[in-house]
């Protein structure tokens, strides 16, 4: 993780956290077959929940000793040991970084703005408090 770290402050940005997840890909059995159209936006998701617990704060990075000890990344290891024909829907829907709940977040994403696009009024408003 520390090689990914391109400042060499011990700090990773959410660009670098998201290479880190991309690399773990091919090793974790259950995203290992994972849509290459889909990688991307998993690197995404993943690096935000990462962000969300490790930097508090918002200032944009976060502290790699925080990472490798946070519930996140064990959470996101467990993918690693087992096959996705060896866990049940319930177990992979349970598991934040698994591929089904990916999915189902991006699909909630998508739906969220799709209600934004087609309700004028709310689309100006969110726009509007985005900016402020």
Not at 85 to 108: K, P
Request: aromatic residues 10%; hydrophobic residues 45%; proline residues 4%.
């Amino acid at each position: 993780m520390s090689e990914l770290d391109e400042d060499s402050d011990g700090f990773l940005q959410p660009h670098e956290m998201e290479a880190y997840i991309r690399g773990l890909i091919p090793n974790l059995a259950q995203l290992r077959d994972m849509p290459t159209a889909f990688v991307q936006m998993f690197c995404r998701i993943a690096a935000r929940k990462f962000f969300f617990f490790c930097d508090p704060h918002k200032r944009g990075k976060a502290c790699i000793k925080k990472v490798l000890l946070s519930n996140c990344l064990q959470e996101l290891m467990e993918l690693h040991q087992e096959s996705e024909e060896e866990v049940t829907d319930v177990e992979q829907a349970e598991n934040w970084f698994s591929l089904t709940s990916a999915q189902r977040i991006c699909g909630m994403s998508a739906v969220i703005l799709a209600k934004l696009l087609f309700s004028p009024l709310d689309f100006v408003l969110v726009c509007c408090m985005l900016c402020i």
